[in-house]
């Protein structure tokens, strides 16, 4: 416990600058956007002479001035700047609701000024999309995705071909943490990985973060998504959609009661077989292949200080081969949230969370008919607070209780009694987590934001645990009838600082220590929806992770370019990966089938951001290596992860052609990934087998694609309805890239082998019509 | 597509695959090669290849031709347990493996499976899976005369006591009407199934392929099995 102490020890040192001089008052008040009255998140507001702040995740903020006569501009990316004088004697409320640019030229020379990355700030390895950001990134069959947009930044790998999953430096892809509206998402993916769970007409903007992660996240070692849904528009009702090849949306939002509460429904539905023709069947009508999705938020202001927001997600998808087998998975969320301002200093954040997980699969013939099915779910009642103390000090301190359950997958049949009904016991757990940081300019130029984030995950009892031998094979079996089983505490401590070496660039540093108690198996390249989920247990431990990072940060002078180049290293521990031949469903003695190790990963990334002007966009380019260490895997010695690659470089670019035309392009360049091919072959039982050396030895094949599309956007001026049309060629040079490698004997002659690939996808047209009233 | 792949040194192959199906038992040792060469045919000559039961029966194996070493008088018992000794110029292999009981098959028939269009056949054995103990059963197929060829593991784990039906094809070459087939199926120990369980599970999808989990020592390739078998004789009607 002493080191509980120490941790918290520094903490009380600094509350000393709290006691600011009494000649400052606070302004503290909330901007929105004039028409929608929608919070605007990241507003900046400046004194003259230099000083500012920006708004928060509410819209809301706070700003300690000295008394007098001040000067305020505040400004935000795609709205004309307010600038106001404002009298300080004492605490002041003062709220902007600023006018959104029409035309598209103003927009651009605007956010010239605004944009850019803050260089102050401590927080390093993050980066804030917005949909706009989004909206002109080409992506497979024009659904915009905003998974596939941070596939594109740095030290960001696409989980494959199309994929919706994706790896955060050297990371698995079951190691981040993707929140809609504070709730978890298990498995963001829709037709078996090439689209997200996020539908881009829902979401407000999202928020990566890949290092120096802060105190208030925890759970998953690799990286936090923190995706948020768009608010209703108070003012005026209005409704947007579109047209595409493989699905349609539709958006409806509006007041409730005007300026006080609003509503936003949002939903999107991909067309039966669109894209995977499974067909050649008879009975077409039969078979189907698609998902849906909802979103649905609720905004009330009750008062000027308190907000409440219900939001919500359900989505699913239906994969149904005749009558014979069938897949259907899905997500659902919903979150309530009472945001409270007590006065001019501290606001807080009432959370109760509730999200879930389910796949069903299943298969009936005549001669054999069975079913599995699995879900995992979690409640969690979260409380926040934020302090901002005075313009050098804020305060984050808060706690969560999260309990979390999973039935693994069960086995039942219904007809003809081909298999016995299998039921595994549930796992269940429960989170116990607080955390406190300071955010603390300490002089002009060094900032830094340290915290601490504490938990207890219990592994709930009375359930049966079992222990294995070095093959895997149970050697003994203990009911455990305890209410817990099982503590383990942690302690994380975070830290990033930030330097500012001149007006324009900083170098910043950070640490942090996470640990994941809910681990995702997977045995296969996809990632499927039927990959198994397990809590720690007596034999699982929390997988960890430390990470350090080091970077350079430099904005130009205009705030027109960003650059910045980070260095990270990572230490993984309780790694875990699963047997060759495992099966993890409906399997009593699944642990005995994992293996668990160690891993590493290191890397260098650049990144050159271009804001404003008519050509935008980005440069991203990673150097990394991911490693990974098990006994019993490779002879025990060192291997790369399958996601190890050495280089992995994004250009993105938007080019304004004119008013109502906008060009973009993506061209990306990877090193293959690691894999596991033969170096020989043998005879056994008539068979040539394939004979393998090295685990993840060989390196597929470079890949590289380039995307295009045009977008056409006419934006008459004073019409209600308006429309635009967006063009585009998903790899337009058609590369042949390799999606996997497989080998096969030669058919002309057994006794030779040969390698043949296999390519999803060669160019791909695509079509989307959007509209807006 | 052309690909550079790495040529591994050799290694010893012991493919032993034993049964109660006849009285002549072969075991074929040679050499692993490189992914571009072709298959090793010729085998290990001048070995040491003998089986041992666990009432001290030793079976001595001859070698004849093409790295098969073969023993014409022997028909293994179910129940018994087995050792394999090999010695290749002073190395050591051995290997052990209990027998399992056969599992009578009830029924057997041709059975047309339409699966995204296109009609398959399957050779469908039906039998009652005996309760409450572990049953492992792998199947080899022969088309119209050709060499048997490994096609399918199997165990009882989610319908251990129940009326199974195995559903048996060849995995490189679709089974067409008029085609003459020949299931053998073997009742195998754990070990066996879980090294054909292992190498079926090496498809496209699988994230890290690997060797079969061999059951026997000094690293060889390969496995030992001494099993339970009988042949089954199908036609595809036409």
């Known amino acids: ?773 | 597509m052309d690909l550079a792949l790495n040529k591994a040194a050799a290694r010893v192959v012991i493919d032993a695959q034993l049964s109660d199906a006849g009285s002549v038992q072969r075991i074929r040792l040679s050499r692993s090669v490189g992914f571009d060469d072709p298959i090793n045919t010729s085998g290990i000559k001048g070995a040491t290849v003998s089986v041992k039961d666990n009432e001290n029966r030793n079976y001595s194996f001859q070698y004849e031709k093409d790295g098969y070493y073969i023993h014409r008088n022997f028909k293994p018992l179910a129940g018994r347990t087995y050792t394999l000794h090999v010695d290749v110029q002073k190395q050591q292999y051995s290997a052990t493996c209990q027998m399992p009981a056969y599992v009578a098959v009830e029924s057997t028939n041709i059975s047309e499976k339409n699966l995204a269009g296109e009609n398959y056949f399957f050779a469908a054995l039906t039998f009652k899976d005996p309760a409450k103990i572990s049953n492992y059963y792998i199947y080899t197929l022969s088309t119209n005369g050709g060499p048997f060829r490994f096609a399918r593991a199997e165990s009882d784990q989610f319908n251990d006591g129940l009326k199974v039906t195995h559903y048996i094809t060849d995995q490189e070459k679709d089974l067409s009407r008029g085609d003459t087939i020949t299931v053998r199926r073997y009742c195998v120990d754990q070990k066996t199934y879980q090294y054909w369980n292992e190498y079926q599970s090496n498809n496209l999808s699988n994230a890290a392929p690997s060797n079969p989990k061999s059951n026997i020592s000094n690293n060889a390739l390969g496995y030992f099995s001494v099993a339970a078998a009988k042949e089954y004789q199908l036609q595809i009607g036409r």
């Open chain 1, 1 to 773: 416990m002493s080191s509980i102490i120490s941790y918290f020890l520094p903490i009380s040192i600094v509350l000393s600058p709290f006691l600011a001089s009494a000649q400052d008052a606070l302004l503290s008040g909330t901007v929105r956007d004039s028409v929608t009255q929608k919070p605007l998140i990241g507003a900046i507001i400046t004194i003259k002479g230099g000083i500012g702040t920006t708004t928060n995740l509410q819209g809301h903020y706070q700003i300690t001035l000295p008394s007098g006569i001040q000067q305020l501009t505040v400004s935000y990316m795609g709205y004309r700047s307010q600038i106001t004088t404002v009298e300080l004697r004492q605490a002041l409320e003062k709220s902007f609701a600023l006018q959104p640019l029409t035309n598209r030229m103003d927009e651009v020379l605007v956010s010239a000024k605004e944009k850019g990355e803050a260089i102050d700030a401590p927080q390093m390895s993050t980066t804030h999309l917005t949909m706009k950001d989004m909206k002109d990134v080409p992506v497979l069959f024009g659904e915009k995705d905003l998974v596939k947009t941070i596939q594109l930044l740095p030290g960001v790998q696409s989980g494959g071909e199309g994929s919706a999953n994706f790896h955060v430096r050297g990371g698995d892809g079951g190691q981040n943490l993707i929140l809609l509206d504070q709730a978890t998402v298990y498995n963001a993916s829709h037709l078996l990985g090439f689209f997200s769970t996020f539908n881009s007409d829902a979401i407000k903007d999202v928020q990566l973060y890949k290092g120096g992660i802060p105190a208030q996240f925890g759970g998953r070692i690799s990286s936090v998504l923190d995706v948020s849904m768009l608010d209703g528009n108070k003012k005026q009702f209005s409704g947007e959609g579109g047209l595409g090849i493989v699905a349609s949306r539709l958006k409806l939002e509006g007041p409730i009661v005007k300026d006080k509460s609003s509503f936003l429904f949002s939903a999107r539905r991909s067309y039966a077989d669109s894209f995977l023709k499974l067909a050649k069947s008879k009975d077409m009508d039969k078979n189907s292949l698609y998902f849906y999705d909802l979103n649905a938020k609720l905004s009330f202001n009750l008062g000027k200080k308190t907000n409440l927001y219900l939001s919500g997600y359900h989505g699913k998808d239906r994969l149904k081969y005749n009558d014979l087998f069938h897949l259907f998975w899905g997500n659902t969320t919903a979150t309530a949230r009472l945001n409270h301002l007590f006065n001019d200093k501290i606001s807080s954040n009432t959370s109760l969370i509730y999200s879930g997980f389910n796949y069903q699969s299943g298969v009936s013939s005549e001669q054999i008919d069975f079913q599995v099915a699995s879900n995992i779910r979690n409640v969690n009642a979260k409380q926040d607070f934020s302090y901002y103390a005075n313009i050098n000090n804020t305060i984050r301190l808060g706690v969560s209780a999260l309990a979390q359950s999973i039935r693994p997958a069960n086995l039942s049949s219904d007809k003809n009694q081909s298999v016995n009904p299998t039921a595994i016991e549930s796992q269940r757990g429960i989170d116990l987590g607080g955390y406190i940081s300071h955010e603390w300019k300490a002089t002009t130029n060094l900032s830094l934001q340290y915290g601490i984030h504490v938990h207890d995950f219990m592994v709930l009892g009375r359930r049966t645990f079992y222990q294995f031998d070095k093959n895997g094979n149970p050697v003994s079996e203990k009911r455990d009838n305890s209410r817990i089983a099982k503590h383990y505490i942690n302690l994380e401590p975070r830290l990033s600082a930030s330097l500012r070496l001149d007006e324009r660039s900083s170098l910043k540093a950070s640490y942090n220590r996470i640990v994941q108690n809910l681990h995702q198996l997977t045995n296969t390249t996809a990632s499927l929806p039927t990959d198994q989920y397990v809590l720690s247990s007596l034999q699982i431990k929390p997988q960890r992770v430390d990470q350090a990072v080091l970077g350079y940060f430099r904005t130009s002078t205009d705030k027109q370019y960003d650059f910045s180049v980070e260095a990270y290293y990572k230490r993984l521990g309780n790694q875990i990966d699963v047997r060759n031949g495992a099966t993890l469903q409906a399997n009593a003695y699944f642990e005995g089938e994992l293996l668990f190790g160690i891993g590493r990963a290191y890397g260098l990334e650049g990144y050159l951001r271009k804001n404003s002007g008519r050509l935008k966009g980005w440069i991203s380019y990673t150097l990394s290596k991911s490693r990974r260490k098990f006994n019993g895997i490779n002879a025990g010695n060192w291997f790369n992860a399958r996601q190890d690659r050495t280089h992995d470089l994004a250009v993105v670019a938007n080019y304004a052609l004119s008013d109502s035309w906008t060009l973009s392009g993506t061209f990306v360049f990877n090193t293959g990934n690691a894999v596991t091919f033969p170096s020989g072959k043998y005879l056994v039982n008539g068979k040539s087998m394939f004979y393998y050396t090295e685990r993840n030895g060989y390196r597929m094949p470079d890949y590289h694609r380039l995307d295009l599309s045009a977008t056409y956007d006419p934006n008459k001026n004073g019409k209600r309805f308006h429309s635009s049309w967006t063009i585009g060629l998903y790899n337009a040079y058609n590369r042949k890239n390799a999606y996997t490698i497989d080998f096969r004997e030669n058919k002309a002659n057994p006794n030779l082998t040969e390698a043949y690939k296999i390519v999803l996808f060669g160019i791909i047209p695509s079509v989307t019509w959007n509209f807006k009233f």
